[in-house]
C-alpha cells in the first residue's frame, strides 16, 4: 500500500509561483508512475502532468510551459512547481501513483489578487 500526502498549496497572486510535493510513504515512489491532477468544483478531475519512472514527463497543453513536474526517488518525493499563475489554475490538486491508483488527499491552490 502507498501512502500519498501533498503539500505545498495555498493563496497566490496571479503570475506568482507555487511548489507542490507529493511525499509517498509504505512502498518505493521509483517503481510508480507519478501524476499531478487537479479538480474544480463540480469537475471531474483532469491531469495536469505526469512523469514515469524513466523519468519522461507530460502535460496538458493549459499548463505546458508554466508548470514542471519532478521526482527525487531518494526523497521518495514528486514535486509540481508552478510559475505564472493564473485565476483558472485555482483548484484543489492531487497526486496519484500507478500502478494501483493511489491518491493523495489533495491541497487547495488559489490564485487570487
Known amino acids: 500500500q502507498v501512502h500519498l500526502q501533498e503539500s505545498g498549496g495555498g493563496l497566490v497572486q496571479p503570475g506568482g509561483s507555487l511548489r507542490l510535493s507529493c511525499a509517498a510513504s509504505?512502498?518505493?515512489?521509483?517503481?510508480?508512475?507519478m501524476g499531478w491532477y487537479r479538480q474544480f468544483p463540480g469537475k471531474q478531475r483532469e491531469l495536469v502532468a505526469y512523469?514515469?519512472?524513466?523519468?519522461?514527463?507530460n502535460y496538458a497543453d493549459s499548463v505546458k510551459g508554466r508548470f514542471t513536474i519532478s521526482r527525487d526517488n531518494a526523497k521518495n518525493t514528486v514535486y509540481l512547481q508552478m510559475n505564472s499563475l493564473k485565476f483558472e489554475d485555482t483548484a484543489v490538486y492531487y497526486c496519484?501513483?500507478?500502478?494501483?491508483?493511489?491518491w493523495g488527499q489533495g491541497t487547495q491552490v488559489t490564485v487570487s489578487s
Open positions: 496519484k501513483a500507478d500502478p494501483g491508483l493511489h
Open positions: 512523469i514515469t519512472t524513466g523519468g519522461s514527463t
Open positions: 509504505g512502498r518505493v515512489l521509483s517503481f510508480y508512475v
